[in-house]
Protein backbone atom coordinates (compact mmCIF):
# COMPACT_ATOMS: atom_id res chain seq x y z
CA UNK A 1 0.00 0.00 0.00
CA UNK A 2 1.35 3.25 -1.36
CA UNK A 3 2.27 5.66 2.16
CA UNK A 4 -0.24 8.40 1.27
CA UNK A 5 -3.39 9.61 2.26
CA UNK A 6 -6.05 8.93 -0.42
CA UNK A 7 -9.94 10.32 -0.07
CA UNK A 8 -12.62 7.04 0.46
CA UNK A 9 -15.84 7.51 -0.98
CA UNK A 10 -19.18 6.47 1.18
CA UNK A 11 -19.53 3.60 -0.41
CA UNK A 12 -16.33 2.20 0.70
CA UNK A 13 -16.48 3.32 4.22
CA UNK A 14 -19.59 2.10 4.57
CA UNK A 15 -19.73 -0.80 2.44
CA UNK A 16 -16.26 -2.28 3.11
CA UNK A 17 -14.35 -0.76 5.71
CA UNK A 18 -17.24 -0.75 8.16
CA UNK A 19 -17.92 -4.06 7.64
CA UNK A 20 -14.37 -5.36 8.12
CA UNK A 21 -14.23 -3.18 10.98
CA UNK A 22 -17.10 -5.13 12.81
CA UNK A 23 -16.39 -6.86 16.45
CA UNK A 24 -16.43 -10.18 16.36
CA UNK A 25 -18.63 -12.34 18.91
CA UNK A 26 -15.37 -12.96 20.90
CA UNK A 27 -14.05 -9.38 20.48
CA UNK A 28 -13.32 -9.18 24.23
CA UNK A 29 -11.04 -12.24 24.60
CA UNK A 30 -9.48 -10.74 21.38
CA UNK A 31 -9.10 -7.35 23.09
CA UNK A 32 -7.24 -9.06 25.96
CA UNK A 33 -5.06 -11.30 23.99
CA UNK A 34 -4.01 -8.44 21.80
CA UNK A 35 -3.13 -6.57 24.95
CA UNK A 36 -0.85 -8.83 25.78
CA UNK A 37 0.96 -8.76 22.81
CA UNK A 38 3.25 -5.46 21.95
CA UNK A 39 1.78 -2.50 20.28
CA UNK A 40 3.75 -2.28 16.78
CA UNK A 41 1.26 0.47 15.43
CA UNK A 42 0.14 3.06 16.05
CA UNK A 43 -3.55 4.55 15.24
CA UNK A 44 -3.18 9.16 15.23
CA UNK A 45 -7.06 10.08 15.11
CA UNK A 46 -8.27 13.58 14.81
CA UNK A 47 -11.12 15.83 14.21
CA UNK A 48 -11.09 19.15 12.70
CA UNK A 49 -14.08 21.72 12.27
CA UNK A 50 -13.80 25.52 11.91
CA UNK A 51 -15.48 28.60 13.74
CA UNK A 52 -18.34 28.95 11.39
CA UNK A 53 -18.48 25.55 11.56
CA UNK A 54 -19.89 24.79 8.15
CA UNK A 55 -16.77 22.34 7.63
CA UNK A 56 -16.13 19.26 9.84
CA UNK A 57 -13.66 16.22 9.10
CA UNK A 58 -11.57 13.81 10.52
CA UNK A 59 -9.09 11.22 9.59
CA UNK A 60 -7.02 8.12 11.13
CA UNK A 61 -3.98 7.13 10.16
CA UNK A 62 -2.69 3.76 11.30
CA UNK A 63 1.05 2.90 11.08
CA UNK A 64 4.12 0.67 11.61
CA UNK A 65 6.10 1.93 14.06
CA UNK A 66 9.40 1.03 13.23
CA UNK A 67 9.38 1.66 9.61
CA UNK A 68 6.54 4.52 9.53
CA UNK A 69 4.83 2.96 6.69
CA UNK A 70 1.29 3.30 6.61
CA UNK A 71 -1.10 0.91 6.45
CA UNK A 72 -4.39 2.11 6.79
CA UNK A 73 -5.66 5.29 6.20
CA UNK A 74 -9.06 7.19 5.81
CA UNK A 75 -9.41 11.13 5.34
CA UNK A 76 -13.40 12.28 5.63
CA UNK A 77 -14.49 16.02 4.78
CA UNK A 78 -18.01 17.31 4.56
CA UNK A 79 -19.47 20.63 3.73
CA UNK A 80 -21.34 21.42 5.59
CA UNK A 81 -21.36 19.06 7.78
CA UNK A 82 -24.22 17.92 10.58
CA UNK A 83 -23.68 19.46 13.65
CA UNK A 84 -23.66 17.15 17.16
CA UNK A 85 -22.31 14.35 15.51
CA UNK A 86 -18.42 14.63 15.71
CA UNK A 87 -17.06 11.97 17.45
CA UNK A 88 -14.55 12.24 19.99
CA UNK A 89 -10.86 10.62 18.83
CA UNK A 90 -10.49 8.69 22.19
CA UNK A 91 -12.82 6.08 20.94
CA UNK A 92 -11.35 3.01 19.54
CA UNK A 93 -9.94 3.12 15.92
CA UNK A 94 -12.56 0.60 14.55
CA UNK A 95 -15.53 3.01 16.30
CA UNK A 96 -13.78 6.43 15.13
CA UNK A 97 -13.80 5.06 11.35
CA UNK A 98 -17.00 3.29 11.29
CA UNK A 99 -18.89 7.08 12.31
CA UNK A 100 -16.89 9.02 10.17
CA UNK A 101 -19.46 8.98 7.34
CA UNK A 102 -22.08 10.51 9.78
CA UNK A 103 -20.69 13.97 9.50
CA UNK A 104 -22.02 14.00 6.57
CA UNK A 105 -22.17 13.69 2.32
CA UNK A 106 -17.69 13.23 1.43
CA UNK A 107 -16.85 16.33 -0.09
CA UNK A 108 -13.74 16.34 -2.43
CA UNK A 109 -12.40 19.20 -3.37
CA UNK A 110 -11.88 20.47 -0.09
CA UNK A 111 -10.98 17.10 1.02
CA UNK A 112 -7.78 16.85 -1.76
CA UNK A 113 -6.38 20.57 -0.31
CA UNK A 114 -6.18 19.07 2.93
CA UNK A 115 -4.94 15.92 2.60
CA UNK A 116 -2.08 17.34 0.68
CA UNK A 117 -0.94 19.31 4.33
CA UNK A 118 -1.60 16.24 6.02
CA UNK A 119 0.57 14.46 3.71
CA UNK A 120 3.36 17.23 4.09
CA UNK A 121 3.25 17.14 7.82
CA UNK A 122 2.94 13.28 8.41
CA UNK A 123 6.08 11.96 7.16
CA UNK A 124 7.83 8.72 7.47
CA UNK A 125 10.32 10.37 9.93
CA UNK A 126 7.49 12.52 12.10
CA UNK A 127 5.41 9.34 12.07
CA UNK A 128 8.38 7.02 13.78
CA UNK A 129 9.09 9.93 16.02
CA UNK A 130 5.29 9.72 17.02
CA UNK A 131 5.67 6.53 17.97
CA UNK A 132 8.29 6.68 19.87
CA UNK A 133 6.77 9.43 22.15
CA UNK A 134 3.05 10.11 21.81
CA UNK A 135 2.75 12.25 24.67
CA UNK A 136 -0.12 14.76 25.00
CA UNK A 137 2.56 17.11 24.42
CA UNK A 138 3.95 15.65 21.30
CA UNK A 139 0.09 15.68 20.23
CA UNK A 140 -0.65 18.86 21.13
CA UNK A 141 2.41 19.96 18.89
CA UNK A 142 1.46 18.13 15.89
CA UNK A 143 -2.45 19.29 16.02
CA UNK A 144 -1.37 22.83 16.08
CA UNK A 145 0.50 22.18 12.96
CA UNK A 146 -2.30 20.63 11.55
CA UNK A 147 -4.59 23.38 12.37
CA UNK A 148 -2.55 26.22 11.28
CA UNK A 149 -1.55 24.10 7.96
CA UNK A 150 -5.83 23.71 7.39
CA UNK A 151 -6.36 27.41 8.31
CA UNK A 152 -4.49 28.55 5.58
CA UNK A 153 -6.03 26.58 2.93
CA UNK A 154 -9.66 27.22 4.21
CA UNK A 155 -8.82 30.74 5.26
CA UNK A 156 -10.74 29.82 8.70
CA UNK A 157 -9.96 29.43 12.42
CA UNK A 158 -10.20 25.80 12.77
CA UNK A 159 -10.41 23.71 16.57
CA UNK A 160 -8.93 20.76 16.30
CA UNK A 161 -8.87 17.48 18.44
CA UNK A 162 -6.09 14.73 18.35
CA UNK A 163 -5.51 11.16 20.05
CA UNK A 164 -3.09 8.19 19.49
CA UNK A 165 -3.80 4.73 20.31
CA UNK A 166 -1.00 1.60 20.15
CA UNK A 167 -2.51 -1.73 18.17
CA UNK A 168 -0.82 -5.01 18.33
CA UNK A 169 -0.72 -6.73 14.95
CA UNK A 170 -3.32 -9.49 16.55
CA UNK A 171 -5.76 -7.10 15.52
CA UNK A 172 -4.72 -5.45 12.78
CA UNK A 173 -4.28 -9.12 11.41
CA UNK A 174 -7.74 -9.81 12.36
CA UNK A 175 -9.46 -6.71 10.82
CA UNK A 176 -7.68 -7.98 7.55
CA UNK A 177 -6.03 -4.56 7.77
CA UNK A 178 -2.54 -6.50 7.22
CA UNK A 179 -1.47 -9.61 6.55
CA UNK A 180 0.11 -12.02 8.96
CA UNK A 181 3.82 -12.56 9.12
CA UNK A 182 4.98 -15.82 7.69
CA UNK A 183 5.61 -18.24 10.56
CA UNK A 184 9.15 -19.10 11.86
CA UNK A 185 11.07 -21.66 11.88
CA UNK A 186 10.00 -22.45 15.27
CA UNK A 187 6.40 -22.26 14.47
CA UNK A 188 6.91 -24.33 11.22
CA UNK A 189 8.12 -27.02 13.35
CA UNK A 190 5.64 -27.09 15.94
CA UNK A 191 2.74 -27.02 12.88
CA UNK A 192 4.83 -30.53 11.37
CA UNK A 193 4.61 -32.05 14.36
CA UNK A 194 1.06 -31.16 15.61
CA UNK A 195 0.42 -32.60 11.77
CA UNK A 196 2.71 -35.38 12.04
CA UNK A 197 0.80 -36.55 15.60
CA UNK A 198 -2.96 -36.13 13.70
CA UNK A 199 -2.22 -38.11 10.56
CA UNK A 200 -0.46 -40.98 12.96
CA UNK A 201 -3.53 -40.74 15.12
CA UNK A 202 -5.60 -40.80 11.99
CA UNK A 203 -4.04 -43.71 10.50
CA UNK A 204 -4.50 -45.76 13.78
CA UNK A 205 -7.97 -45.55 13.83
CA UNK A 206 -7.79 -46.20 10.12
CA UNK A 207 -5.69 -49.51 10.47
CA UNK A 208 -7.79 -50.33 13.43
CA UNK A 209 -10.77 -50.06 11.50
CA UNK A 210 -9.42 -52.10 8.47
CA UNK A 211 -7.94 -54.66 10.85
CA UNK A 212 -12.03 -55.18 11.99
CA UNK A 213 -13.34 -55.30 8.49
CA UNK A 214 -10.42 -57.59 6.28
CA UNK A 215 -9.35 -59.73 9.63
CA UNK A 216 -12.71 -60.45 10.68
CA UNK A 217 -12.11 -60.19 13.98
CA UNK A 218 -14.22 -59.06 16.30
CA UNK A 219 -12.03 -58.57 18.96
CA UNK A 220 -9.84 -55.14 20.09
CA UNK A 221 -6.48 -53.95 18.43
CA UNK A 222 -4.43 -52.60 20.14
CA UNK A 223 -1.53 -50.10 18.87
CA UNK A 224 2.31 -51.66 19.36
CA UNK A 225 5.99 -50.54 18.48
CA UNK A 226 8.44 -53.11 17.41
CA UNK A 227 11.75 -54.05 19.93
CA UNK A 228 14.44 -53.28 18.17
CA UNK A 229 17.24 -55.93 18.78
CA UNK A 230 20.16 -54.48 15.84
CA UNK A 231 22.56 -57.24 16.75
CA UNK A 232 20.66 -60.67 17.44
CA UNK A 233 17.63 -58.94 16.03
CA UNK A 234 15.66 -60.14 12.75
CA UNK A 235 14.98 -58.20 9.63
CA UNK A 236 11.62 -56.96 9.37
CA UNK A 237 11.84 -57.44 5.84
CA UNK A 238 12.45 -61.20 7.00
CA UNK A 239 10.13 -61.68 9.35
CA UNK A 240 6.96 -64.08 8.11
CA UNK A 241 3.88 -65.33 10.12
CA UNK A 242 4.07 -67.76 13.35
CA UNK A 243 7.46 -65.69 13.75
CA UNK A 244 7.93 -64.93 17.66
CA UNK A 245 8.36 -61.09 18.47
CA UNK A 246 9.21 -58.58 20.99
CA UNK A 247 6.54 -55.59 20.90
CA UNK A 248 6.36 -52.56 22.96
CA UNK A 249 2.95 -51.56 24.10
CA UNK A 250 1.73 -47.71 25.10
CA UNK A 251 -1.54 -45.67 25.65
CA UNK A 252 -4.12 -45.59 27.30
CA UNK A 253 -7.12 -47.84 27.78
CA UNK A 254 -6.95 -51.43 26.46
CA UNK A 255 -2.96 -50.64 25.81
CA UNK A 256 -2.25 -50.22 29.40
CA UNK A 257 -4.10 -53.30 31.17
CA UNK A 258 -2.00 -55.24 28.81
CA UNK A 259 1.03 -53.72 29.97
CA UNK A 260 0.48 -53.66 33.81
CA UNK A 261 -0.83 -57.19 33.32
CA UNK A 262 2.43 -58.18 31.69
CA UNK A 263 4.41 -56.02 33.97
CA UNK A 264 2.93 -57.84 37.19
CA UNK A 265 3.11 -61.38 35.89
CA UNK A 266 6.32 -61.15 34.97
CA UNK A 267 5.62 -62.11 31.36
CA UNK A 268 7.79 -60.93 28.70
CA UNK A 269 5.79 -59.06 25.66
CA UNK A 270 7.12 -61.55 23.08
CA UNK A 271 3.70 -62.76 20.69
CA UNK A 272 3.87 -64.64 17.51
CA UNK A 273 3.04 -62.82 14.06
CA UNK A 274 -0.63 -63.72 13.18
CA UNK A 275 -1.06 -61.57 10.26
CA UNK A 276 1.66 -59.38 7.57
CA UNK A 277 -0.42 -56.63 5.15
CA UNK A 278 2.05 -54.42 3.39
CA UNK A 279 0.77 -50.96 1.69
CA UNK A 280 1.49 -47.59 0.70
CA UNK A 281 5.29 -48.68 1.51
CA UNK A 282 4.24 -49.73 4.67
CA UNK A 283 4.13 -53.32 6.68
CA UNK A 284 1.73 -53.69 9.53
CA UNK A 285 2.13 -56.51 11.25
CA UNK A 286 -0.31 -58.34 13.56
CA UNK A 287 0.68 -60.20 16.79
CA UNK A 288 -2.05 -62.77 18.44
CA UNK A 289 -1.66 -61.20 22.13
CA UNK A 290 -4.74 -63.38 22.86
CA UNK A 291 -7.66 -64.40 21.63
CA UNK A 292 -9.63 -61.09 22.01
CA UNK A 293 -6.66 -58.97 21.75
CA UNK A 294 -4.30 -58.01 18.78
CA UNK A 295 -1.65 -55.76 18.54
CA UNK A 296 -0.45 -53.86 15.08
CA UNK A 297 2.94 -52.81 14.46
CA UNK A 298 3.50 -50.66 11.40
CA UNK A 299 7.08 -50.59 9.97
CA UNK A 300 8.18 -47.76 7.41
CA UNK A 301 11.42 -49.20 7.11
CA UNK A 302 13.44 -52.40 7.30
CA UNK A 303 14.92 -52.83 11.34
CA UNK A 304 16.24 -55.68 12.73
CA UNK A 305 13.74 -56.99 15.57
CA UNK A 306 13.77 -58.99 18.27
CA UNK A 307 12.91 -62.39 17.86
CA UNK A 308 12.23 -65.53 20.37
CA UNK A 309 11.44 -68.12 17.63
CA UNK A 310 10.76 -68.42 14.03
CA UNK A 311 8.50 -69.72 11.86
CA UNK A 312 11.42 -71.47 10.07
CA UNK A 313 12.75 -73.08 13.11
CA UNK A 314 9.24 -74.42 13.82
CA UNK A 315 8.73 -75.99 10.62
CA UNK A 316 12.77 -77.39 10.64
CA UNK A 317 11.64 -78.25 14.42
CA UNK A 318 7.94 -80.14 13.11
CA UNK A 319 9.94 -82.02 9.89
CA UNK A 320 12.89 -83.31 11.97
CA UNK A 321 10.23 -84.84 14.44
CA UNK A 322 8.43 -86.46 11.56
CA UNK A 323 11.49 -87.78 10.20
CA UNK A 324 12.52 -89.06 13.57
CA UNK A 325 8.74 -91.00 13.46
CA UNK A 326 9.57 -92.37 10.47
CA UNK A 327 12.80 -94.00 10.80
CA UNK A 328 11.51 -94.98 14.18
CA UNK A 329 8.55 -96.67 12.35
CA UNK A 330 10.47 -98.18 9.75
CA UNK A 331 13.47 -99.56 11.81
CA UNK A 332 10.24 -101.36 14.21
CA UNK A 333 8.71 -102.80 11.34
CA UNK A 334 11.80 -104.06 9.56
CA UNK A 335 12.64 -105.64 13.03
CA UNK A 336 9.54 -107.17 12.90
CA UNK A 337 9.74 -108.71 9.47
CA UNK A 338 13.14 -110.13 10.30
CA UNK A 339 12.04 -111.80 13.37
CA UNK A 340 8.73 -113.48 11.62
CA UNK A 341 11.17 -114.83 8.59
CA UNK A 342 13.59 -116.66 11.23
CA UNK A 343 10.15 -118.04 13.38
CA UNK A 344 8.89 -119.42 10.02
CA UNK A 345 12.41 -121.02 8.80
CA UNK A 346 12.30 -122.59 12.46
CA UNK A 347 8.89 -124.33 12.31
CA UNK A 348 8.32 -124.96 8.85
CA UNK A 349 11.75 -125.71 7.51
Known sequence: MSDELKLIDVKDIAAETAKRLEPDQDQTEQAEEANKSKPEFLAYKSIFT?????????????????????VFQVFWLAKPYHSGVMIEPSKDWRTFVKRLPQLG?????????????LKIILTTDEKRKLFENYTKVKLRQIESIIRRNFENVTQCVFS?????????????????????LPPSREELERQQREKEFQERQEQEEREKEEAKK??????????CT??????????????????????????????????????????EPLFPV??????????????????????????????????????????????????FGDVLFFGVLAGALVALLFLIRYFFL
Not at 51 to 70: L, N, Q, Y
Not at 214 to 223: L, R, S, Y
Not at 303 to 309: D, E, F, H, R, T
Not at 310 to 317: G, L, R, T, V, Y
Open 50 to 70: PSRGDIGGGFCVIFEGKSGKT
Open 105 to 117: PLDKDWGEQLQEQ
Open 160 to 180: ASTDAEPIARPELERAKVIKP
Open 214 to 223: EGNFEGTIIM
Open 226 to 267: PLVDPVKGKASSEIAPGDIIGVGIEGEGTSALVKKYLEENNI
Open 274 to 323: HEIRETEGKKFFYVKISDEIRGCITITKDIKIKVKGSAKDSENQAANLSF
